[in-house]
């Protein structure tokens, strides 16, 4: 039987990668995120337990400790993994919860079998929770949890967050199992999302879709009371600065500027490849403004990274070939022989190398249709040691709300996207400086520490006002 614990963390993915040692061995190392550094302090202090899958369809590995986590991990077969993972999660629910701009996939299979695996990451949760213990579920992929955790451990205080935005009711209200999705998530004591609005959306959506009262942020659900509310994640602030500020990434930063034949000015995406992110209408614009003659090549150049992702879903594969193509296309008409327009990168990348992008690039285009929060924003202005560089940023991601001082744009107007942009480019240095400052220092005060303080905060209090009969 595992160890218990008084802090669980339920995620879909472990923070941990395999690697298989020089004698064929399996082993796990960290693999560092946003989430595990916020979390960590709280993990190692209560020995805390993380649950969630290792990567892979192979046999799960039995529960071990690394770094002062322990870590639980589920198994989903490679069955599981098609239909609850990529088909349920990221082809019905991701789509559907960011304004729908691919069509969402419907499939009864996909349901059940997120239905069967939600249950297990449960069943998980309520072995090695003890007593009272506090869990924290994560994310759209585990939506059901609460409610079946709940059900097997009335005794537990239950968190959830949700990483990426709530949809307003109309939406939501195409979701074939969607009365069961929302009671999922009213077995927690505290809902959060990024946005206040996200918030609004889910309050009103209990009282439209189960008839539930609601009083300010706090639902009434079956005698207890489940509260929602705003808490915008964020960065390790502090981490990302002393990152951008080392020498060895400041030199590869003045490196990248020549290699890239130092133009007057780069502009830089930074994206998981996906279609929620705008890349095409980013480049799209550039195009435009090189048709326009407002820039040119050679004085301007664009670098676009665009990790790999969710590459089995279709969705996927047919934006990556509409990206490619335009990249092309931009490249054909506007490149010249040893100076491409746009330099593309289908890559993931470490973490100092991306810091010497952002601390290179005089303009960060981050345009996403929709997006929870984006962090490539908020790391972009803490990688600015010399508070230089400018931040375009579409107003549908939930950074916007946070970052008034960024060049905000609306990403379904064309001309709207390429006047942010232009008003970027030709900006008083000084301008750009106060702008990045304002943004920096509230980075600095709202890290991802303070992020997980204030949810833990809530949760602590909510969960005592939700069991008012308990002793
Ligand atoms: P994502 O959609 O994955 O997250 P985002 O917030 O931008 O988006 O985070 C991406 C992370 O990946 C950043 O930390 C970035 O540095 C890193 N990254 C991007 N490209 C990389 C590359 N090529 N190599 C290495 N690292 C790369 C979801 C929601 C967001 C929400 C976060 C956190 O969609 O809205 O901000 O969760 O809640």
Redesign the pocket.
């Known amino acids: 039987m595992a160890e218990r614990s008084s802090f669980v963390v339920v995620a879909n993915r472990l923070p941990v990668d395999e690697v298989i040692n020089d004698d064929g061995e399996r082993q796990w190392r960290p693999s560092p995120g946003?989430l595990v550094t916020a979390l960590h302090p709280v993990l190692a202090e209560h020995q805390g337990t993380w649950i969630g899958w290792a990567g892979g369809d192979g046999e799960a590995p039995e529960p071990f400790e690394l770094e002062g986590i322990r870590i639980h991990a589920v198994p989903l077969s490679n069955d599981e993994l098609e239909r609850y993972y990529e088909g349920q999660s990221n082809a019905t629910i991701w789509p559907l919860y960011h304004d729908a701009v691919e069509t969402p996939v419907y499939k009864r299979r996909w349901r059940e079998t997120y239905r069967l695996v939600n249950q297990r990451f449960a069943e998980a949760a309520a072995e090695v929770a003890e007593e009272g213990a506090t869990v924290w579920v994560q994310d759209y992929q585990l939506q059901l949890v609460p409610a079946m955790l709940r059900e097997l451990r009335p005794d537990l205080r239950i968190g959830f967050f949700l990483?990426?935005p709530f949809p307003p009711i109309e939406l939501f209200m195409q979701m074939p199992f969607r009365a069961e999705v929302l009671r999922g998530l009213l077995g927690a004591d505290l809902v959060g999302f990024q946005q206040r609005l996200a918030a609004q959306n889910f309050v009103r959506l209990a009282r439209h879709l189960l008839g539930l009262r609601y009083e300010g942020q706090s639902i009434q659900v079956d005698g207890r009371k489940v509260k929602a509310g705003a808490f915008p994640?964020s960065i390790d602030t502090k981490d990302m600065e002393r990152l951008a500020a080392d020498p060895k990434v400041q030199a590869r930063a003045k490196e990248i500027r020549a290699e890239l034949g130092d133009p007057e000015t780069i502009i830089l995406g930074?994206?998981?490849l996906?279609y929620t992110k705008g890349i095409e209408l980013r480049l799209k614009a550039f195009r435009e403004l090189l048709a326009d003659g407002k820039l040119k090549v050679g004085d301007a150049v664009m670098v676009q990274?665009a990790?790999p992702s969710r590459e089995r879903v279709e969705h996927y594969q047919t934006l990556r070939v509409r990206v490619e193509r335009e990249v092309g296309r931009i490249n054909g008409e506007f490149g010249r022989v040893g100076v491409p327009a746009v330099h593309y990168l289908h890559?993931?990348?470490p973490k100092a190398e991306?810091a010497a992008l952002y601390a290179a690039a005089d303009i960060m285009m981050v345009t996403p249709l929709r997006?929870?929060?984006?962090?490539?924003a908020k790391?972009y202005v803490a990688s600015r040691a010399d508070r230089g560089g400018a931040l375009v940023l579409s107003e549908f991601a939930?950074a916007a709300t946070e970052m008034r001082q960024a060049f905000l744009c609306n990403p379904h107007d064309p001309d709207g996207v390429k006047d942010a942009l232009l008003r970027a480019v030709g900006a008083e240095p000084a301008d750009l400086k106060r702008r990045m400052r304002t943004m920096l220092r509230h980075l600095r005060s709202h890290d991802v520490a303070a992020w997980a303080k204030s949810f833990l905060d809530e949760l602590s209090d909510a969960a005592d006002l939700s069991t008012p009969d308990q002793p």
Do not use: K, P
């Not at 997006?371 to 490539?376: H, S």
């Open positions: 946003g990483h990426i994640i930074v994206d998981r996906d990274v990790t890559q993931s990348m991306l997006d929870g929060m984006n962090l490539v790391e939930g």
